[in-house]
């Protein structure tokens, strides 16, 4: 009787072992296939809009198409029955659950509206591309394959990740980012081994298609002594941080409310946004804050940027993406938290490079509410010496930025003051 | 009326905005206390106990006084009214609310039964004291200054991460340890600024104590290439660490039962437990079993283990922790990965520090279900050169250890291969 029990455990152990481990060999596989075509297709992508940007730059009469290229791009939207597309937020509906369909032709719809907004000078990131075309291609694949719902969802996660990976050359936190996004306090970790491999796949992709990672490393090698008054600092570095993001988040929300309530038709609406946008460009007399703006976040670390350098992204940045271009909001945001942070530091009598890497890692933190994945994109752009600083900055301003977030479909699922499950969606 | 919906919108947020900067400024004031007094106390501790471990290497005759030391131990639990204490599972169960009470007298209690276990041989940790006694005290102090429950159970966390922090030197990981470990698949992320603060705080206070932490860091600067037969040699590794990690929570689970079935009388059995151990010790012939071993951590370093040395340190701590002795069984999983990595190095042809490092957080990602603590203490104990390889490893780890804990009372929230909600109790 009691061997028979032994024995009986044992094989219960071996097929909990056989599921597992089943698991482990499918994934693999599917990271493989997942990583390599999304990584490919993410790296043309790159390099498209790597020289769409160098074509404007050398043609900057081209921006006065922007206009124009709106047309063309809610046009797409309209003949392929998109027009109601919700962008990234359909993703983390769909991985969330509360809509089942992923059109598979979302994927290249995004990234031609996308290149053809960097092609034109309109403000705006390219990750909301990624993510999204990472997810639907992940998602097709799943279809594809006959995979069950979980499994498909577990392939939009790891979609995201391969594209997520290949645009930003950092592997680990692209892995992260779509498994803690979705529902911040809720960890997908059953997509821990598909995000962690696809996204190394398609990194090292990107390496070696010759991609050029807007942000690329800036090591943070030598940092101020931090236990004592810089400590102190970077608390109110992470407040103004937290105020900005929010600040970001809730200008998104309020432009968009407000230009689809002044002009209800798409193609006035995304036309008289390009033509702000040239206007804005002309009055300011700058192309800094047309395109991504790499060479200004780079410059971030250099040198100390004007105070109002981030007020002018967020304003172009609103106009654009609001208007009816597409593109991505993380890395205006970045943009926005490197240059605030970079203002900041004379202020605060800190070195320029520290509090623009704060800038960034504290605004991608207060409007992604996704600390995890700040902390880890800190050191894979940063390196590991700021580390105290970042993580003070990052749980600071996770907590400071409350209920904002980039995403509407994002959902707090547990509270930021209290130990409790609260499920809210975010504020708009 | 338009203006009326602006201002009041306007008032909505300033409310919100002073009560997340309420809790900003009351965490930070807690975090003071809490990593203060527990930083202190948690170094007295560390420094007791290295004490311990120094004057036992020098009076090696001691260790023959095991048995005697377990009666101690027994006895001091019983008249405290402590005897069916359930250590690190009791805290799991507070900060989940499943049990509501959490008595103060635990704190000198575990810190004396530790001290005692070390200072006569016992082969075990000494952060399930840790964990323990921050918990204790953090939630007691919650209960003085007449907190709310939410309150209380984050205090609780913060203890433990105060804890933890002066003991491993770890502040980053030993924040977020508390917040992953207790359900497995939600972030407590309400106790993020309180955790990080308490932790920082812990942590300055031990380095200004001069502890010695045990787990020194050791930088793995050099390692091979990760793309291309690495990674899959990564793989191959992670699937041994998930199996001894398996092994080591099974091992233990089945000796306390047995233990417990076998010798009714605790004291009977603790005496038994000591007796054994003192064979063993003279069987072996060597003392690299007794107490928390780190100088053959250090050594894992520097040259391949024999194969067999982590099969006997899970022996020596399954019958030192499950016959009554106190400590944890955190630096034992450290060990038992660091000396089995170690081993396979030459077979897999991988330098022995990447392997040994790789087999820590393998092994404790395994027994702890805690992938992201696992890779940021890898990052805070070897630095940022092996990224790659620990992502793999804790990411296969993480999947294969299956349903298997150190801690009976952890939940799996989360299933580890499906998109779905389980909270699975772990399997003894």
Not at 247 to 269: S, T
Not at 330 to 346: E, M
């Amino acid at each position: 009787m009691k061997m028979e029990k032994i024995k009986q455990e044992i094989m219960h152990m071996f097929h909990a072992w056989r599921i597992l481990f089943g698991s482990l060999v499918k994934w693999i596989i599917l990271s493989i296939v997942i990583g390599g075509v999304i990584g490919v297709i993410a790296s043309v992508f790159a390099n498209l809009i790597a020289w769409a940007t160098d074509f404007r730059m050398g043609h900057m009469w081209m921006v006065y198409l922007l206009p124009f290229a709106g047309l063309m791009i809610v046009f797409l939207y309209h003949v392929t029955g998109q027009a109601k597309n919700a962008g990234t937020d359909m993703v983390l509906m769909v991985v969330r659950s509360d809509q089942n369909t992923m059109p598979g032709r979302v994927a290249p719809l995004i990234l031609i509206a996308t290149a053809l907004t960097h092609l034109f000078g309109g403000s705006a990131g390219r990750e909301g591309a990624a993510l999204q075309f990472g997810a639907s291609l992940g998602n097709w694949l799943g279809r594809k394959i006959h995979l069950n719902e979980s499994d498909k969802r577990i392939m939009t996660l790891a979609g995201m990740s391969a594209a997520f990976a290949a645009l930003f050359g950092t592997p680990m936190a692209a892995a992260l980012f779509p498994m803690e996004v979705i529902s911040v306090g809720i960890m997908y970790y059953a997509a821990l081994v598909p995000c962690m491999f696809s996204a190394f796949i398609g990194e090292r992709i990107s390496i070696f298609m010759g991609v050029r990672t807007l942000t690329a490393p800036y090591p943070v090698e030598e940092v101020p002594d931090f236990y004592g008054i810089a400590w102190g600092k970077a608390i109110l570095l992470a407040i103004c941080f937290a105020f900005v993001g929010a600040l970001f988040c809730v200008m998104l929300h309020i432009f968009e409310k407000q230009l689809k309530k002044w002009f209800q038709n798409p193609y006035l609406r995304v036309f008289i946004g390009g033509v702000t946008v040239v206007l804005l460009w002309k009055i300011t007399g700058t192309d800094t804050y047309l395109g991504l703006g790499g060479g200004t976040i780079a410059q971030s670390f250099e040198e100390p940027q004007k105070l109002w350098v981030f007020l002018l992204k967020i304003l172009f940045t609103c106009i654009t993406l609001c208007s009816g271009f597409k593109g991505g909001e993380i890395v205006p945001s970045l943009f926005i938290g490197a240059t605030f942070g970079s203002a900041l530091a004379p202020i605060f009598g800190l070195p320029v490079d520290i509090c623009a890497a704060c800038g960034m890692v504290g605004v991608f933190c207060a409007v992604t509410n996704s600390p995890i994945s700040s902390l880890l994109i800190a050191f894979e752009l940063f390196g590991f010496a700021g580390m105290p600083y970042f993580c003070t900055v990052i749980a600071v301003s996770y907590l400071l930025s409350g209920y904002q977030s980039l995403y509407k479909a994002q959902k707090i699922v547990y509270s930021k003051t209290e130990n409790k499950y609260i499920d809210r969606n975010t504020t708009s």
